[in-house]
């Protein structure tokens, strides 16, 4: 099993907040005028979980981008003795087989999020490539504490590869992908992956990941209060997966906080962006060295002057199409197409 880390991130001196990108300030600021950063409460999860007004959930027609995509759910055995695995599949009609396919953890903060929930930004990226997506639905916390989330994903990926041949995909080229929670959850997969054996893993995508429970680096401390995501509500998602008396402590599961992780060896090629101006900067910054420091191999991008799920809520910003196209040509070298 892989060891944990419990040693503490110095409390570094910080300096006043990156500024936001200008072009994404004012979204920033609207965003935050109706949900503050630290809206996230044990007493709210329930509110927050409730469907966005003006939001729609992308059905299976919109998910199907057209028809270039056969959307289907599939329910395959969950961890042993858990509850079954709710897995929404996108297989592409015209594509080269076997295809390349992009395993999805969604985000939410460990606390809220569906398999369809960020799916949209994950077929804009796998399409050119012909690529397929399967994305899993986790259980989440508090009700389903750690590691319920992560075995449920692993679970998941257990699934795809060993039944890679009835949907046309290449067992070789499936890239795990994350985004905030959903990040650390992949990355905790991944590290499951390599200590149990397998399932095999070509790469590792990681948009601003939510590695470290201890919720303590500068850029914690220096975006309290701002953005979409600060570390009050940080705090709340970790607390919820683990315990107030677990977080921060010295018995966290790296598979739980893959910052935990002593060792990074081992790890497929990674890739990991990020906004300067965010709760996790430094957190991600942290996990790319020590991925290097490793041997690993591993690409960072720290975006200036973007907040958390900038790309997402800002798409046409001229930072947002930079950001999607640095991940899109990182997936083009590793798995074609």
Same mark, same amino acid.
């Given at each position: 099993?892989?060891?944990?880390?419990?040693?503490?991130?110095?409390?570094?001196?910080?300096?006043?907040?990156?500024?936001?990108?200008?072009?994404?300030?004012?979204?920033?600021?609207?965003?935050?005028?109706?949900?503050?950063?630290?809206?996230?409460?044990?007493?709210?999860?329930?509110?927050?979980?409730?469907?966005?007004?003006?939001?729609?959930?992308?059905?299976?027609?919109?998910?199907?981008?057209?028809?270039?995509?056969?959307?289907?759910?599939?329910?395959?055995?969950?961890?042993?003795?858990?509850?079954?695995?709710?897995?929404?599949?996108?297989?592409?009609?015209?594509?080269?087989?076997?295809?390349?396919?992009?395993?999805?953890?969604?985000?939410?903060?460990?606390?809220?999020?569906?398999?369809?929930?960020?799916?949209?930004?994950?077929?804009?990226?796998?399409?050119?490539?012909?690529?397929?997506?399967?994305?899993?639905?986790?259980?989440?916390?508090?009700?389903?504490?750690?590691?319920?989330?992560?075995?449920?994903?692993?679970?998941?990926?257990?699934?795809?590869?060993?039944?890679?041949?009835?949907?046309?995909?290449?067992?070789?080229? *499936?890239?795990? %992908?994350? @985004?905030?929670?959903?990040?650390?959850? #992949? /990355?905790?997969? $991944?590290?499951?992956? =390599?200590?149990? +054996?397998?399932?095999?893993?070509?790469?590792?995508?990681?948009?601003?990941?939510?590695?470290?429970?201890?919720?303590?680096?500068?850029?914690?401390?220096?975006?309290?209060?701002?953005?979409?995501?600060?570390?009050?509500?940080?705090?709340?998602?970790?607390?919820?997966?683990?315990?107030?008396?677990?977080?921060?402590?010295?018995?966290?599961?790296?598979?739980?906080?893959?910052?935990?992780?002593?060792?990074?060896?081992?790890?497929?090629?990674?890739?990991?962006?990020?906004?300067?101006?965010?709760?996790?900067?430094?957190?991600?910054?942290?996990?790319?060295?020590?991925?290097?420091?490793?041997?690993?191999?591993?690409?960072?991008?720290?975006?200036?002057?973007?907040?958390?799920?900038?790309?997402? *809520?800002?798409? %046409?910003? @001229?930072?947002?199409?930079?950001?999607? #196209? /640095?991940?899109? $040509?990182?997936?083009? =070298?590793?798995? +074609?197409?």
């Amino acid at each position: 099993m892989t060891s944990s880390t419990t040693e503490t991130p110095t409390a570094q001196p910080v300096g006043p907040p990156p500024p936001f990108d200008p072009e994404l300030a004012p979204v920033v600021a609207a965003l935050t005028s109706t949900r503050p950063p630290d809206a996230y409460r044990p007493d709210t999860i329930a509110e927050m979980r409730r469907p966005v007004p003006g939001v729609p959930v992308p059905t299976a027609d919109v998910l199907s981008r057209g028809g270039a995509y056969r959307v289907h759910e599939r329910t395959v055995p969950g961890p042993d003795g858990d509850p079954d695995v709710a897995l929404l599949v996108c297989l592409p009609r015209h594509a080269r087989t076997p295809a390349p396919a992009l395993y999805f953890v969604h985000g939410g903060g460990m606390i809220l999020g569906d398999n369809r929930f960020g799916l949209p930004q994950v077929l804009d990226l796998a399409e050119p490539l012909g690529a397929a997506v399967v994305s899993v639905e986790y259980r989440l916390a508090p009700e389903t504490p750690h590691p319920g989330p992560v075995e449920d994903s692993y679970a998941g990926l257990r699934w795809l590869s060993e039944h890679a041949g009835e949907l046309d995909v290449d067992p070789g080229s *499936v890239v795990v %992908a994350g @985004t905030s929670a959903g990040g650390g959850l #992949a /990355a905790g997969v $991944a590290l499951a992956a =390599r200590d149990r +054996g397998g399932p095999a893993i070509a790469g590792l995508l990681l948009l601003s990941p939510m590695l470290d429970d201890r919720n303590d680096s500068p850029s914690a401390r220096q975006m309290r209060g701002l953005g979409v995501w600060d570390s009050s509500s940080n705090e709340t998602g970790w607390n919820a997966l683990l315990g107030e008396g677990v977080r921060g402590g010295p018995d966290v599961s790296p598979y739980a906080a893959p910052a935990r992780a002593e060792d990074l060896s081992g790890l497929p090629p990674t890739f990991i962006d990020v906004g300067s101006a965010e709760t996790f900067r430094d957190e991600d910054v942290a996990f790319a060295s020590r991925l290097w420091r490793a041997g690993g191999r591993g690409e960072l991008h720290v975006w200036p002057g973007g907040f958390h799920g900038f790309d997402v *809520v800002a798409p %046409a910003a @001229t930072l947002s199409q930079d950001a999607v #196209a /640095a991940r899109a $040509a990182w997936l083009r =070298r590793l798995v +074609g197409g």
